[in-house]
C-alpha cells in the first residue's frame, strides 16, 4: 500500500509540473500572437503611408514600432523555445522511466508465468483442488487460484498501459519537436526582417539628419500649434468645472467605477500604438526639440475610429484647427479626445464604454499619418492616461 501511495503521490506531482508548463508555454504563444497581430497592423499604416522611399518622420516611427515589436516578438520566442527545451527533457525522462517499468513488468510477469508452467507440470489445477484435506483448506485454495488469475490478469493490463503509456510519450516528444522546428523557423524569419527594418531605419535617419534645420523649425511651429489647442481644451474643462455643479448620485457612480478602473481602461482606439508619451521629453530623432504633451498620441490604420473608454456623458464637440476634440465627462473625470475628422456624437448625449464617437483624421501633409491625442482630467488636474489604460 506504502508503495502505491508513492507511485500515486509522484503521478500527480508530474501531472501538476506538466500542467504548469503548459500553461507557460500556453501564455508565451497568446503573447506571441498578440505581437503578430500588433506587427500586422502597423504593416498596415506602413502601406498607407505615400508609396515611396522619401524619408519622413512618420516612416520612421512606423519602422521604429515595427522593430520595437519585433524584438517583443524574437524575445518571446526565445523564452517559448527554453521552456520547450525544459518540455522535451521532462517528456524524454518520462519516456525512459516508463520503458524502465516495462522491462521490470516484463521480467516480473516471466517469473510469474514461469512459476505458474511449473505448477502446472507438477500437478493439474483439479488435483490441486482435490487433493485438500478438508473443505476450508478447499475454499483456500479455490480462493488463492481466483487471487492468482486476477493478479496474473492485473499484470497483463498494466503491461498493455504502460505500453499505451509509452505511445503517448512517444508522440508529445514528436509534437514537441515539431513545435520547436517551426519556433525556430519563426524566429529566424523575424530576425531577418529584423535586420531589414533597421538598416531601413538608420537610411532614413541618416537623410532625415540632412535636412535636420528645416525640419527642427517646422516641429517648433507645430509644436506652437498643439499647445495653443492644448490651452483651447484646458480653458474649456475650467470652465465645466469652476461652474461647481454638485454630481448627481449617477454621476458618483461613474466617477467611482471610472476611478476603480484605473490601469484597466479599454484603449480609445480598437488597434494601434503610443506614438507619442506623455509629458515633457526630447524628440527621438530631433535633438533640439522638446516635446510637452498634455496626453498620449495613439496611431492607428486610416478609416479608424476613436471610441470612448468608459460610459459618460458628452459635454464638448468643438472645431480646433481642420480637426474636432470631443469631452466627455464621468463623474469628476474627464476625457478628452483630439484629432477627429468627423464626429459621431453630440453634447448633451450619453454614450457607453467602447461607442465609437468618431472617425479619426489622416492628415496628407504627414505621410497619411491617423493619430489621436488622448487626454485624462481629474477635475482641473491633467493626468498620465498611460496609467489609466489597460496594458
Not at 128 to 145: G, I
Request: proline share 2%.
Amino acid at each position: 500500500m506504502r508503495h502505491k501511495h508513492i507511485i500515486c503521490t509522484l503521478l500527480v506531482a508530474l501531472l501538476a509540473v506538466a500542467g504548469a508548463q503548459a500553461q507557460s508555454l500556453k501564455e508565451l504563444q497568446a503573447q506571441q500572437k498578440k505581437y503578430a497581430e500588433e506587427i500586422e497592423n502597423t504593416g498596415k499604416m506602413i502601406k498607407q503611408t505615400k508609396q515611396n522611399e522619401k524619408a519622413t518622420e512618420n516612416k520612421i516611427n512606423l519602422i521604429s514600432q515595427d522593430i520595437r515589436t519585433r524584438k517583443k516578438l524574437i524575445n518571446s520566442i526565445n523564452q517559448e523555445l527554453v521552456e520547450l527545451d525544459k518540455e522535451q527533457n521532462r517528456l524524454q525522462n518520462e519516456h525512459t522511466r516508463l520503458e524502465s517499468e516495462l522491462d521490470s513488468l516484463k521480467r516480473d510477469y516471466a517469473n510469474l508465468v514461469q512459476l505458474t508452467h511449473y505448477a502446472d507440470l507438477q500437478q493439474s489445477p483439479l488435483l490441486f483442488l482435490l487433493s485438500a484435506k478438508d473443505f476450508n483448506q478447499l475454499v483456500r485454495r479455490l480462493r488463492y487460484m481466483r487471487e492468482f488469475a486476477a493478479y496474473r490478469q492485473q499484470q497483463v493490463e498494466r503491461i498493455e498501459n504502460v505500453k499505451a503509456d509509452i505511445q503517448i510519450q512517444s508522440d508529445l516528444i514528436q509534437d514537441n519537436r515539431k513545435e520547436k522546428d517551426n519556433a525556430l523557423k519563426t524566429q529566424q524569419r523575424e530576425r531577418d526582417q529584423l535586420a531589414r527594418n533597421e538598416r531601413k531605419q538608420k537610411a532614413m535617419l541618416q537623410d532625415l539628419k540632412k535636412k535636420e534645420k528645416e525640419l527642427t523649425a517646422k516641429q517648433r511651429q507645430q509644436q506652437k500649434k498643439i499647445d495653443q489647442l492644448n490651452r483651447q481644451i484646458e480653458q474649456a474643462i475650467a470652465k465645466q468645472v469652476d461652474r461647481k455643479q454638485q454630481l448627481t448620485k449617477e454621476q458618483e457612480l461613474i466617477a467611482g467605477g471610472f476611478a476603480a478602473n484605473k490601469g484597466r481602461l479599454p484603449w480609445p482606439v480598437e488597434k494601434g500604438f503610443i506614438s507619442g508619451h506623455y509629458g515633457k521629453h526630447q524628440h527621438h530623432i530631433y535633438e533640439n526639440v522638446t516635446l510637452n504633451n498634455k496626453g498620449i498620441y495613439i496611431q492607428t490604420t486610416a478609416g479608424s475610429d476613436a471610441r470612448a473608454v468608459y460610459e459618460g456623458e458628452v459635454t464638448t464637440c468643438m472645431v480646433m484647427g481642420s480637426t474636432y476634440a470631443i469631452i466627455i465627462q464621468h463623474g469628476n473625470y474627464r476625457t478628452v479626445y483630439t484629432g477627429i475628422q468627423s464626429p459621431y456624437v453630440k453634447p448633451g448625449e450619453k454614450v457607453t464604454s467602447k461607442q465609437a464617437i468618431g472617425r479619426i483624421a489622416s492628415n496628407p501633409d504627414e505621410d497619411n499619418k491617423t493619430e489621436l491625442q488622448f487626454q485624462v482630467w481629474q477635475d482641473r488636474e491633467l493626468q498620465n492616461p498611460e496609467l489609466w489604460l489597460a496594458q
